[in-house]
Nanobody, 124 residues
């Protein structure tokens, strides 16, 4: 059984930083590319960042480029999202997702497994 568990969310002031973690079990982690999505109340779930199986390639949504960094540790089955320069508009539930292919996909339907999410709240 596959488990995807996010952690690291919380309340932070604008300009602050958080590091989200996503621990995955029940699958061969380095067979999967990983992504972070987010969803604010009354909004669609949106793609934030993606990383390939080895960590050699990553991609970011324009609204986080230069502020967020995705990385992964295949020895520990963990993917991270380092978030710096947080803004109130970054407030959302953040979800980690696993995709059983190496290509970048930015729509939720392209992902096989999801976590329950971790809340990030940025105060102004």
């Amino acid at each position: 059984q596959v488990h995807v568990v996010e952690s690291g969310g919380g309340l932070v002031q604008a300009g602050g930083s958080l590091r989200l973690s996503c621990t995955v079990s029940g699958l061969t982690f380095d067979d999967y590319s990983m992504a972070w999505f987010r969803q604010a109340p009354d909004k669609e779930r949106e793609w934030v960042s993606w990383i390939n199986w080895s960590g050699s390639s990553a991609s970011y949504a324009d609204f986080v480029k230069g502020r967020f960094t995705i990385s992964r540790d295949n020895a520990e089955n963990i993917v991270y999202l380092q978030m710096n320069g947080l803004k109130p508009e970054d407030t959302a539930m953040y979800y980690c997702a696993a995709r059983a292919h190496t290509t970048l996909v930015i729509v939720p339907s392209g992902y096989n497994y999801w976590g329950q999410g971790t809340q990030v709240t940025v105060s102004s």
